[in-house]
Nanobody, 127 residues
């Protein structure tokens, strides 16, 4: 069964860090592009980052560039999102998702490119 399982969310103070994990029992993460999305209350889901298969090209939303880092561990079959210098506006439910193809591409942030989603993990940035 193809599934994605996120973990690592929680409550953190502004300026703090969290690392989200996206485990993929049932398929090999290196065979697909994997993306991270987030959805805050009352807002649309937005693309945060994406990592392509093979060469591991990475893409980021402008709002997180320089603060977030996406990576992949092929041995653990897991994709990570390291989040540093967190801001209150980063508060959201974070989802990882599997693309239908191995590459992210210029429209990586379109959620319609992704056909398998995790259940989400809550990230709250507050003092």
């Amino acid at each position: 069964q193809v599934q994605l399982v996120e973990s690592g969310g929680g409550l953190v103070q502004p300026g703090g860090s969290l690392r989200l994990s996206c485990a993929a029992p049932g398929f090999t993460v290196d065979d697909y592009a994997i993306g991270w999305f987030r959805q805050a209350p009352g807002k649309e889901r937005e693309g945060v980052s994406c990592i392509s298969s093979n060469y591991g090209n990475t893409y980021y939303a402008d709002s997180v560039k320089g603060r977030f880092t996406i990576s992949r561990d092929n041995v653990k079959n897991t994709v990570y999102l390291q989040m540093n210098s967190l801001k209150p506006e980063d508060t959201a439910v974070y989802y990882c998702a599997r693309n239908t193809v191995p590459w992210c591409g210029s429209t990586w942030y379109w959620s319609t490119h992704f056909n398998t989603w995790g259940q989400g993990t809550q990230v709250t940035v507050s003092s």
